[in-house]
């Protein structure tokens, strides 16, 4: 088991591995999403979306509460595509052609962070559970 100090680190890096992963399979998936073929530029832009989605995406969880709750939470698939175009807006290299093909990353992009997530904590955070 990890020590306390070096979780958050170790989660961020996590994080940030998972979204650049989920950003090259979404590109591969998806025709509309295009990127330059560099390796930098999927972690650029995985970092740009997880420091996104550490900042702006709980204000805008927040503002969207009312669309959210009438939806029974679909409408937050909406807000992940969101993150993922104001992702691809900053980052150099990475584009998203249309709102569709980030929503279709973003639904790809939370599945992946969910199981892959899960599993790695799992195995990291708390090693001897079964």
């Known amino acids: 088991m990890l020590s306390t100090n070096k979780e958050p680190v170790i989660r961020l890096a996590m994080r940030w591995l998972v979204n650049s992963f989920g950003l090259w399979l979404a590109s ?3 025709p ?3 990127y330059d073929e560099k390796i930098t530029t999927l972690l650029l832009a995985g970092l740009v979306l997880s420091a996104i989605n550490a900042v ?3 204000i805008v ?3 969207a509460l009312p669309a959210i709750l009438v939806s029974l939470g ?3 698939i909406f807000v992940n595509g969101l993150m ?8 150099g290299g990475f584009e998203i052609d249309d709102y569709s093909g980030a929503v279709l990353a973003g639904i790809i992009i939370s599945l992946l962070n969910y199981g892959l997530t899960t599993y790695l904590e799992e ?8």
């Open 84 to 91: 993922v175009y104001l992702a691809s807006q900053f980052a």
């Open 56 to 58: 702006l995406k709980p």
């Open 123 to 130: 195995r990291i955070f708390n090693p001897h559970h079964e």
């Open 32 to 34: 509309v999403i295009e």
């Open 28 to 30: 591969r998936l998806i």
């Open 74 to 76: 679909l409408f937050t």
């Open 61 to 63: 969880t927040i503002l």
